[in-house]
Nanobody
Framework: QVQLAESGGGSVQAGGSLRLSCTAS????????MGWFRQAPGKEREGIAG????????YYSSSVKGRFTISLDTAKNTVYLQMNNLKPEDTAMYFC?????????????????WGQGTQVTVSS
């Protein structure tokens, strides 16, 4: 089992920045893929960033590429999401997820473990 705990959400004005953190328990972290997802009210869960712990390869959705950065600190078992130039449409609940042998990094169904989520609200 892998347990995930997110932190760092909050309220910010458009153009601002936030950094989300997700700390994983267990010793499987090095073998896992880690992803960040978000879900706004009435919308499907959207994959926005992913990283393969093996070689550090990163993946982004077009909606966040160039503004968000995913990174790993394997010593701390933590994955981060640096979010810059935030927009009101980024408002959502943000979730961290972990999985193994993932073919499509931004596909929620491929991930086995999920955190509880942290709310991000961007005002105009």
């Amino acid at each position: 089992q892998v347990q995930l705990a997110e932190s760092g959400g909050g309220s910010v004005q458009a153009g601002g920045s936030l950094r989300l953190s997700c700390t994983a328990s267990g010793d499987t972290f090095r073998k896992n893929c880690m992803g960040w997802f978000r879900q706004a009210p009435g919308k499907e869960r959207e994959g926005i960033a992913g990283v393969y712990a093996g070689d550090g390869s990163t993946y982004y959705s077009s909606s966040v590429k160039g503004r968000f950065t995913i990174s790993l600190d394997t010593a701390k078992n933590t994955v981060y999401l640096q979010m810059n130039n935030l927009k009101p449409e980024d408002t959502a609940m943000y979730f961290c997820a972990a999985g193994s042998y993932i073919a499509t990094m931004l596909e929620p169904l491929e991930y086995n473990y999920w955190g509880q989520g942290t709310q991000v609200t961007v005002s105009s």
